[in-house]
């Protein structure tokens, strides 16, 4: 025990007397959140639809067949509001339409949308507020009454500060960890650490640990200051579970990293490697475009990747207030995942020594 906490400490002074490290962490968890938070926009493609009509009017027939691909999926019906509420919460469709028994006289529509994906909500009543308009011009004037669920103010800036953080955590888990063991060969104290009286897999995981304290410290500093004090982004679940659920994903990183640190040979290799690896995952998350609106075939491929359930529960945490009973398939994906990859690099990693 007292060896695994002096490697440990010994790779949290390293990382301290790297003053360029240093600023690269401490930059990518304060202003390229902020700078995403306040910069990037998402527009729409395949959003999924559902609605409740209990008119069987022409017109809510009319209304609904203007929401056509390839930005919008074939509305899907329901039976009543209640189950329309729990599809957006189980993340089937993103936007419900609901038309009352009043509808006739009333031309008021009820619309339930997923803010946690907030750009594109924005645009879906830009959407149907155009679509609308051609109605008026035909003297059927109908209303819209918003229902904006889990992020009220459909805020951008609350999703794509959240969106760019988790993968920021994945890119300097890669990152650090790898460069962590890569060091060593390129400075030529790989075959002293091989002589050691420590067993190889104390020295694997005290290093990959101390990178995960850096990571976790990093987290907790820009949740508090980036996305609570400048986008004042709400917790409406328990910051404790999302705490939980870093830990396993930044394991599940920590796995890739050490398959990475295996093949490489310096630091310029890690790099690669890393961008190599780390775009695909990133694409096929959530993390930029909603998994909904991929290619089916794209869809399938997203459950290999580890980024997809951390995204998907920390939004949920966030967001919706969820409890670990709800997004318990997200800690069971993200812990499956883990486990397989952090074996693996462990294993690979281990063959060196």
């Given amino acids: 025990m007292k060896a695994f906490l002096t490697i440990i400490m010994k ?19 304060t202003f390229d959140i902020y700078t995403a938070g306040e910069g990037i926009k998402v527009t729409p493609q395949n959003v999924a639809i559902g609605y409740v009509d209990k008119t069987n009017s022409g017109l809510t027939t009319k209304i609904l067949s203007h929401f056509h691909m390839p930005e919008f999926k074939p509305p899907k019906p329901y039976l009543n509001e209640k189950a329309l509420k729990k599809a957006i919460f189980n993340k089937e469709i993103m936007v419900g339409f609901s038309f009352d028994k009043k509808f006739e006289k009333t031309k008021q529509i009820n619309v339930l949308i997923d803010a ?8 879906t009543i830009i959407y149907l507020q155009n679509i609308l308009l051609k ?10 009454k918003s229902h904006i669920l889990f992020n009220q103010n459909a805020n951008s800036k609350w999703f794509m500060s959240l969106s760019e953080l988790m993968s920021v955590i994945m890119m300097l888990g890669l990152i650090l960890t790898a460069i962590v063991f890569v060091k060593e060969k390129e400075r ?45 982004v709400p917790m409406n679940g328990n910051f404790w579970l999302f705490i939980l ?10 796995g890739i990293a050490l398959f990475i640190a295996a093949v490489s040979n310096s630091v310029m290799e890690v790099s690669q490697y890393t961008v190599m690896l780390m775009m695909p995952i990133l694409f096929l998350s959530g993390a930029w475009t909603p998994i909904n609106s991929m290619l089916p075939a794209f869809q399938e491929i997203t459950i290999f990747s580890p980024l997809r359930y951390y995204i998907d529960g920390c939004e949920s945490i966030f967001f919706r207030g969820s409890s670990f009973m709800d997004i318990w398939p997200d800690f069971a994906g993200v812990f499956i995942i883990g486990v397989v990859l952090f074996w693996y690099g462990f294993r690979k990693l281990g063959k060196l020594f």
């Fill in 11 to 29: 790779e949290l002074m390293v990382f301290l007397r790297n003053t360029g490290l240093v600023v690269f962490v401490i930059y990518s968890f």
């Fill in 116 to 123: 946690t994906t907030a750009s594109q909500a924005q645009i």
């Fill in 135 to 144: 109605f008026e011009k035909l003297n059927l004037p109908v209303k819209i």
């Fill in 188 to 232: 030529g104290t790989w075959d002293i650490m091989l002589l050691m009286p420590v067993d190889s897999k104390i020295i694997i995981l005290a290093k990959v640990i101390s990178q995960i304290i850096i990571l976790m410290t990093g987290t907790i500093v820009s949740v508090g200051v980036v996305l609570f004090l400048f986008f004042h």
């Fill in 245 to 254: 659920l870093t830990f396993l994903f930044m394991l599940s990183v920590s």
